[in-house]
């Protein structure tokens, strides 16, 4: 409170400010910059690559799994546990815009809230705009911001719907599959490809009974990778049971990465996707540049409309830098 | 029958021999040519570039709308009713690998299949590979054999899930929406951004009841855009009522597209958005060709996890042209 008071009001501040303000560790200026990433402006991009050298710190945990498994809940408890350690503690949890309620799911980000006056413990929900792969780019770029803040752990939340998981999968160090009984009579399926993707299995709310049945499943069928087997872990995340169980899970998982050096080899995975990601948002970019491309990327669509030039050959067309760039 | 055992197998047909076969209108042809699209074969290319000129007849009709709406049913009887009036009709439907049950909705499809003898229908279900761009793409490939194929109107139907809705609308020329009315004691909402891309509104299922509260709730929400009201149709896809009605909005539709022009604009507003998807596989592919640009790239999927670079200069190096392309 007193330092909103005591900074003055300034329209914009410049990316080299924001940044030098973000790596003295001012949540101020992490919230500005991710606030860049989200709404895709231009300076979005100078911020990371000034940031980006200061990065590669943070253990980036990536939770999933379906709405009502307790992604939120578990965090919550993870982020006083972490804190506990004196670890600081980043949160990018994603809000997908939901077809039918078109919003986020505000109680998770209110429960959360009770985290936020501590100065170790940065918490950002991000909205989606656009595309998903816009998104997941978003999502870790905001990830590199609490990063560079100097937060100890990223926790990324997402929700269980398609292709997040394998996303998280390929861009987070540790990936979390956060599951929960279902009781009654329902045979328990696990979604497909979930069995590859988590590095840490999570059975929550085994309050609820049935949690014997779940837990053998996933015994049953998952599978040492990489020589990690990947443990599973009960939990009531909201009286705290097996929290710490949980969290000394995912600092082993660190430990393993970096001791046999799968940690590297995930990051170079991430780098793939992201160059190749960040080259397919610049040719939508291009495309959408009226000043430059425009009005030669118009006539080459008008030639496909008219059958002068199929979409493949005008891609190749496109795929030619502009003319300034000689 | 006689057909398939009278033709020698080949292992495997030219591209041009292909096109040639689909040009005369042999479905045989143009289920190879749309199993090569799927798969995502080097010679899809090939065959799309060849059959482009040849397409551009056909009026293509999207149908969205929540699982359980009916719209398999409707395509079904409106395929009946375009073949009483000597129409050819194709169906693309596409079949989202769902992420519960990993397959496809098998009794669509074996419902549909009793129209599949007849030489002016071709119906083909598409599977789900890897991202959803590349299965938008896929399919509106698959509707442009069938438009060579000599289809007078070709039905693709989606699952109303995310972003497929608006993917259909900037791709076909006349959207329907489907929606069926929900009993109980439920408010229906529409799903966010359904009021603004259907060109025919269906309310299925009516004898369920219930429908008048849809109708006028869509009456009262829905805008006539560029001189063209949406209208409602109200149908029972399993006894037949309503479907001559809603065929008749489909030609009105396509009337009005090309008595306006808006037919051509829809063109151009989806060769845009192709030309802008292949650059963007063509950059993908570029990635994963390991033996010219390879290893390369691995430097710099290096470089950026050792923050020597990042990721969006990264992407501007990937940008340029391959060395082989003078």
Not at 6 to 34: C, H, M, N, T, W
């Amino acid at each position: 409170m007193t330092r909103r008071t005591a900074s003055p009001r300034r329209p914009r501040d410049s990316v080299p400010e924001l940044v030098r303000a973000l790596l003295r560790g001012e949540k101020r200026a992490a919230g500005k910059v991710i606030s860049l990433i989200e709404d895709d402006e231009a300076e979005a991009v100078e911020a990371v690559a000034r940031i980006f050298p200061h990065t590669g710190r943070a253990h980036v945990v990536g939770f999933t799994g379906p709405p009502g498994a307790g992604k939120s809940s578990l965090i919550n408890r993870l982020v006083r546990t972490f804190r506990a350690k004196d670890k600081k503690v980043g949160v990018v949890a994603v809000d997908p815009t939901s077809p039918y309620s078109g919003g986020a799911v505000l109680g998770d980000r209110i429960r959360m809230a009770d985290t936020g006056v501590d100065p170790g413990v940065f918490i950002r929900s991000m909205a989606t705009r656009g595309h998903a792969g816009g998104l997941a780019l978003a999502t870790f770029d905001a990830v590199r911001v609490l990063d560079a803040l100097g937060m100890d752990v990223v926790f990324v939340e997402t929700v269980g719907a398609g292709q997040s998981e394998v996303e998280i999968a390929t861009r987070a160090h540790t990936t979390v599959v956060v599951e929960m009984p279902l009781t009654g009579d329902v045979v328990q399926t696990m979604k497909a490809g979930i069995l590859e993707i988590g590095d840490v299995y999570v059975v929550n709310k085994v309050d609820l009974g049935n949690d014997d049945v779940l837990v053998a499943n996933l015994k049953f069928q998952l599978e040492a990778r990489d020589g990690w087997t990947p443990p599973i872990v009960r939990t009531i995340a909201t009286d705290g049971r097996g929290i710490d169980e949980l969290a000394d899970a995912l600092m082993r998982h660190a430990e393993f990465l970096d001791r046999t050096g799968l940690r590297r080899n995930r990051e170079v995975a991430r780098a793939r996707l992201e160059i190749l990601e960040n080259a397919q948002r610049s040719l939508a970019r291009r495309v959408e540049d009226t000043s430059r491309l425009g009005a030669a990327f118009d006539q080459l669509a008008q030639d496909v409309a008219d059958r002068r030039i199929d979409p493949h050959a005008a891609a190749v067309k496109l795929l030619k830098p502009p003319r300034k760039a000689r």
